[in-house]
């Protein structure tokens, strides 16, 4: 049974759910984390550690506004990784988030010479075996260019450009351009 609990300061893994922020995503990707930890005790993000039954096994890092759920960060523990947690997690959090549109960025396919190609196909892959379909649009943050997926919708760069903006807040979103272009329709 997977359930979800909201990180904080007191709950027993949150050391383990740092550490694996910290070597699960490449540091230009990375927010820091005292800043994530701030942000999810306001409206508008939600940072939960995942369980399976009472045994901790990841995390997943959610900015929301209204009908739209951005996954900006999604870890498995890499002791629990392939051996189908992922989708489990996944079908779980789509029903906390019942009735809403989902996305997410992934790095880009289409780039040439990756060093992870076979990475970013599998990571791929496993999105569309959740549900998840391609939109006709990328996220740019912080100069890093991904490819962005959804499931439950389409999501329009407009939803995503106010959302972040709201995240942000004024003087960050200053500092820190994120854009969403495209159509935000799925590919055909």
Not at 147 to 169: F, H
């Amino acid at each position: 049974m997977i359930c979800f609990k909201k990180v904080t300061k007191q709950i027993c893994n949150y050391k383990s759910v740092k550490e694996l922020y910290l070597s699960a995503f490449p540091a230009v990707e990375r927010v820091p984390f005292w800043l994530l930890m701030k942000k999810s005790k306001n409206d508008g993000a939600d940072f939960y550690a995942i369980y399976d039954e009472e045994k901790w096994i990841g995390l997943i890092y959610a900015i929301t506004d209204g009908e739209v759920i951005y996954v900006y960060y999604y870890a498995i523990s890499e002791k629990e990784r392939g051996h189908g947690i992922g989708v489990a997690v996944l079908d779980e959090f789509k029903n906390l988030y019942n009735g809403k549109r989902i996305f997410l960025a992934i790095e880009q396919l289409e780039e040439e010479n990756a060093p992870n190609q076979k990475q970013r196909m599998s990571r791929y892959k496993f999105y569309q075996r959740c549900g998840f379909l391609r939109l006709n649009a990328k996220i740019v943050e912080a100069k890093i260019t991904f490819d962005v997926m959804a499931y439950g919708g389409e999501v329009n760069p407009e939803s995503y450009n106010k959302m972040m903006k709201k995240y942000l807040g004024k003087i960050m979103s200053h500092f820190i351009k994120t854009e969403m272009k495209g159509s935000g329709k799925y590919f055909k």
